[in-house]
């Protein structure tokens, strides 16, 4: 089974407005991190955002937030305020605590701001 | 520049020669990561350093592939006899250990497109 899914290929939203990338996953460990990238077309993967098992808020940072649901074991990233530069592939990832070090990843959606 | 850096950025080459690769991770970081990544898919985990130790491989990295740290610091990734499915992007990672493994924050280099021909 796919440990994080990332059902939305493809995506658009038009500038200004907000959008909701999906993502679910799958573990049986009780401690894990959950993590969102922006990987522009120049490739390099960058950090939006964290989310811990553990946290009792959902994290956000500037426009972003995770919109975690634990019990249907979700971490959605919602971008506010839509923005041309925001057009990027967006993929959410999981560490499990033993499982290991590595980053598990979804196959990613492509974010495309109308303007 | 404080982040990860890995050269070269695109690197063409024929099948069966052997290419290395390097990644400086960000200079606090004790904890270093490869991963690749082929085209419409999500990274995939190669392997991992703890200082100089490689402490986990994946089963992707076939006998082919290998990689060294050897000053705990910059780390190179080779592959030998290359072949057409090779053909991806190589991407490095750093992170500070912590003892919340669950909590640490990979930060990427901007990756190495590997070509072969």
């Known amino acids: 089974a796919q440990k994080i899914t990332q059902t939305q290929p493809g995506m658009f939203v038009q500038e200004k407005e907000a959008v909701t990338l999906d993502c679910t996953y799958d573990?049986?460990?009780?401690?894990?991190?959950l993590f969102w990238y922006k990987q522009p077309s120049s490739g390099e993967m960058i950090f939006l955002i964290y989310q811990g098992s553990y946290d009792q808020q959902n994290a956000t940072e500037g426009r972003y937030s995770l919109n975690f649901q634990k019990a249907r074991k979700s971490a959605n990233l919602v971008i506010s305020a839509s923005q041309l530069g925001d057009s990027a592939m967006y993929f959410c990832a999981m560490r499990e605590a033993n499982a290991g070090n590595m980053l598990t990843f979804g196959g990613g959606t492509r974010l495309m701001v109308k303007p | 520049d404080t982040g990860v850096s890995q050269n070269p950025r695109h690197k063409i080459t024929k099948r069966g020669q052997n290419v290395t690769f390097r990644c400086d991770p960000i200079s606090e970081h004790n904890r270093l990561y490869w991963y690749r990544q082929t085209l419409g898919q999500g990274p995939e985990f190669l392997t991992y350093?703890?200082?100089?130790?490689?402490?986990?491989k994946s089963r992707l990295l076939s006998d082919r592939f290998s990689a060294e740290r050897p000053k705990g610091s910059f780390s190179t990734l080779e592959i030998q006899r290359t072949e057409q499915g090779d053909s991806a992007m190589y991407l490095c990672?750093?992170?500070?250990?912590?003892?919340?493994?669950?909590?640490?924050?990979?930060?990427f280099g901007p990756g190495t497109r590997l070509l072969v021909l």
């Open positions: 573990t049986s460990d009780p401690s894990y991190g």
């Open positions: 990672a750093s992170s500070i250990g912590g003892r919340d493994r669950a909590r640490e924050t990979q930060y």
């Open positions: 350093f703890q200082n100089e130790a490689q402490l986990e």
